[in-house]
């Protein structure tokens, strides 16, 4: 077969086409034979069972018409019991025979219709229809069977239609072949001189056969037609196979071009799809290289997310804690601000008490100043006894001038106004001392009011001072709590913001991490993507190079060696 593929390919299919046709047309021939040869068959034997018919009408006809018994009264006139009765007469009384009508009718059609005619008997009055040993057997078959009306034997030589002839007593059949008593002679003869065989009504007394050779019929179609049907068949096989030839390069002729073009362009693309198919594959490669260093540091992020969502936990928890001491811290500054309150409750407590003491000083200041006037009063009434004195000094130093130029008359009197004068003295002595007493007493007063006075207020001055720096230190001090305070509030709500920033972070962070999750995820599926699409990209090659190869030998095919 190597010399088969070397051929173009639509030489081939010319060549297949021809070997299609011909065996197309060695099985049409054969069946053509076969049912040519099956229909030749089936009408032949139709043929045969017509001029079957034709006989049995013919016998029927004749018997019907009874032509018979006036002839055979005729023939009793004209002659003597076993007197031989003439040609012309005998066949004058045959003609009247259904039987024989039937007979004559077959052997007439016979050459005209190419067929043999034959009747036989197993006792047969004419010696020639003596059956032989084989249509006995046919004979035996209807002699066996009464409803069996009809046998063919149907060989490659020859058909022969057999049919049994049965004796009908309605068709006259015992005027000859009955009873010998009944014979027209009184001889046991039948009117022709035969001798009646005595045969019952229905007695299968010979068969009817129509034989055709199927040889002669053959060629009898043919000379009849000129043509036979299988040359006709050979001829119009070998012309509409070359039509058909013809046709089919015509057909093929278009696509056959078209069918290189597309071999052509396949080769092209082949090794097109081939190179790209490289490329892919390389590209996918690369693609899954990156994807594993995405994947890689999609892992580091994730990590490193990972500890930021840590620290943010940690901050949370850091936020909680501080707003919980800053709370503390709020409720201890608040505290502190209540008693700092109370402090400067206290002070200005204190302050009012000193107020207080200084008043009483001043009241006793007051009192000093009282007793100093009082003390100053008794100097100033000191004073009047001062005077009084220096009168009575007087008045006594008159007396005694007085008492002197009396002389000795005034002598007593001179001695009292001398005591008086003493007594004067003596109160007059007194009297500065109380009044020195008084000076004395008066500055003793005054120096201690005046030192009291200055160290009480220096003192009270002293104390105001320092209640005032306490005040003022405590009003400061609640400045600062309050500002401590406000301040622990600030950083209170700050710290529920940062708390509550450090949750949103906190949800972000899952966000992303969910996200990083699913960045994983698709990354993975990339990956596996591109490494199933980088084996695809080289099955593909390897797939191009195998389809180029299969091109190259669709080209050799279509092309030939
Ligand atoms: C007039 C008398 C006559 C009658 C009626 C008659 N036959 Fe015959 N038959 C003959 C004679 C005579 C022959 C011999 C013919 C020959 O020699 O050609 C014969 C031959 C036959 C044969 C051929 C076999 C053989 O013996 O040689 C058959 C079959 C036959 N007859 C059947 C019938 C049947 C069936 C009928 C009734 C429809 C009938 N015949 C009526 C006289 C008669």
Request: glycine share 4%; with cysteine; proline share 2%.
């Amino acid at each position: 077969m190597n010399w088969f593929s070397r051929l173009s390919f639509k030489t081939r299919i010319l060549s297949i086409v021809s070997l299609a046709i011909f065996i197309c047309s060695a099985i049409a021939i054969s069946g053509f034979l076969y049912f040519n040869n099956k229909e030749m068959h089936r009408g032949i034997i139709e043929k045969s069972r017509a001029i079957h018919l034709r006989l049995e009408a013919a016998t029927h006809y004749v018997a019907t018409q009874a032509g018979l018994p006036p002839i055979i009264e005729r023939m009793k006139l004209k002659y003597k019991p076993g007197e031989e009765i003439n040609k012309e007469d005998r066949e004058a009384v045959l003609k009247q025979v259904p039987i024989v009508a039937a007979m004559k009718i077959g052997e007439k059609d016979a050459d005209k219709d190419f067929y043999e005619f034959r009747v036989f008997s197993d006792e047969p009055r004419k010696k020639e229809n003596q059956a032989q040993s084989d249509e006995m057997v046919v004979f035996n078959k209807f002699l066996k069977d009464e409803t069996l009306t009809e046998y063919i034997d149907d060989n490659d030589k020859a058909i022969t239609v057999y049919r049994p002839v049965r004796l009908k007593k309605d068709h006259g059949c015992m005027t000859c072949h009955g009873d010998p008593q009944t014979s027209p002679w009184s001889n046991g003869k039948d009117i022709l001189g035969y001798k009646m065989e005595n045969w019952p009504d229905n007695k299968l007394h010979g068969v009817f056969a129509v034989k055709t050779d199927l040889k002669k019929f053959v060629a009898m179609e043919e000379s009849d037609n000129h043509l036979s049907p299988s040359t006709f068949l050979v001829i119009a096989i070998i012309l509409g196979g070359a039509l058909g030839i013809a046709i089919a390069a015509a057909i093929i002729k278009k696509p056959i071009s078209t069918l290189n073009e597309i071999v052509a362009s396949l080769d092209n693309s082949g090794t097109q799809v081939n190179s790209t198919s490289v490329q892919i594959a390389s590209t996918s490669e690369e693609l899954a290289q990156a994807s594993h260093e995405q994947a890689s540091s999609i892992q580091e992020t994730s990590s490193a997310i990972d500890e930021i969502s840590a620290m943010i936990n940690s901050n949370a928890d850091n936020a909680l804690k501080s707003s919980a001491s800053s709370q503390d811290s709020l409720h201890i500054a608040e505290k502190g601000k209540e008693v700092i309150g109370q402090m400067i409750v206290a002070i200005e407590d204190i302050n009012v008490s000193n107020t207080e003491i200084m008043n009483q000083i001043e009241n006793m200041n007051n009192e000093i100043k009282n007793i100093v006037a009082i003390i100053q009063d008794i100097g100033a009434k000191t004073t009047v006894i001062n005077d009084i004195v220096f009168q009575t000094k007087l008045l006594s130093f008159n007396a005694s001038v007085e008492a002197a130029r009396a002389g000795e008359a005034g002598k007593g009197f001179a001695v009292v106004a001398e005591e008086v004068g003493n007594l004067a003295a003596m109160s007059g002595k007194a009297a500065l001392e109380i009044s020195q007493m008084l000076d004395k007493s008066v500055k003793t007063v005054e120096d201690i009011v005046v030192t009291s006075k200055s160290s009480i207020e220096k003192l009270v001055h002293q104390g105001k001072l320092k209640v005032e720096t306490g005040t003022k230190i405590a009003r400061e001090s609640e400045i600062v709590l309050n500002e401590i305070a406000a301040s622990i509030n600030e950083v209170s709500k700050m710290i529920a913001e940062i708390s509550s920033a450090s949750q949103e972070q906190a949800s972000g962070v899952n966000e992303i991490t969910k996200a990083i999750g699913l960045l994983d995820q698709v990354n993975q599926q990339n990956s596996s993507t591109s490494s199933q699409s980088a084996n695809a990209a080289s099955e593909l090659a390897a797939q191009a190079s195998q389809l180029s190869e299969q091109v190259k030998r669709l080209v050799l095919i279509i092309e030939g060696a």
